[in-house]
């Protein structure tokens, strides 16, 4: 929630509980309809469209998300363009940590640092992000981009900012006259 404080902008966040004997958030468990109707909705939005990103999966702590190259993921000097690692980076290090934040919580990337190890001119990359700590406030996330032969690519890092009201999965679905499946079933399911 917004609140103005002087000129600036500050959050307040909820209180939710850590369950200590497990990494991250513990909120339920997920709704595999939920995450089915989020992936379409994702991989049919324009940003994926335009750089033909597919998420493939999205678990407890995990996301993997693929690009089969194409010409317009090239430089001019018929490689991949530099910035394809990043945005899929910052795609795969968001949606890792989704599952276990509360069902009115958003994120918004802080940073996303990116090490380069190799490029591509075809194939498929594939982005395989990892939860590293989902907290309160902060979100932290590692990718690891690689071929289809297992060579690494690329490596980043993702810090994300939880927040409550912004960048919620209604936003998603906002621009949708469809409803969204509950993200998280019931205790007697």
């Not at 999966?57 to 363009?81: F, R, V, W």
């Not at 599952?99 to 490029?119: C, H, K």
């Not at 902060?138 to 960048?167: F, M, N, P, Y």
Request: proline letters at 5%; glycine letters at 8%; a neutral charge.
């Amino acid at each position: 929630m917004k609140q103005a404080r002087g000129d600036r902008p500050y959050f307040i966040f909820r209180q939710v509980q850590l369950d200590k004997s497990k990494r991250g958030l513990v909120m339920g468990t997920i709704n595999p309809l939920h995450i089915k109707e989020l992936i379409r909705l994702i991989n049919s939005s324009p940003f994926f469209r335009n750089l033909s990103m597919v998420i493939e999966t999205i678990e407890t702590g995990l996301c993997i998300i693929t690009i089969d190259i194409e010409e317009k993921h090239l430089s001019p000097y018929a490689a991949i363009q530099g910035g394809v690692y990043p945005a899929i980076i910052d795609a795969a290090a968001y949606w890792a940590p989704y599952p276990e934040l509360p069902e009115d919580v958003g994120l918004i990337t802080m940073d996303v640092s990116v090490n380069y190890t190799a490029s591509v001119k075809d194939g498929r990359i594939i982005a395989r992000g990892e939860r590293i700590k989902t907290g309160r406030t902060i979100c932290l996330s590692q990718v690891l981009v690689h071929d289809d032969e297992g060579k690494v690519l690329a490596q980043g890092t993702s810090k994300l900012l939880v927040t409550r009201g912004l960048q919620t999965i209604p936003h998603i679905t906002g621009y949708s006259a469809e409803s969204m499946p509950a993200k998280f079933l019931d205790d007697g399911e």
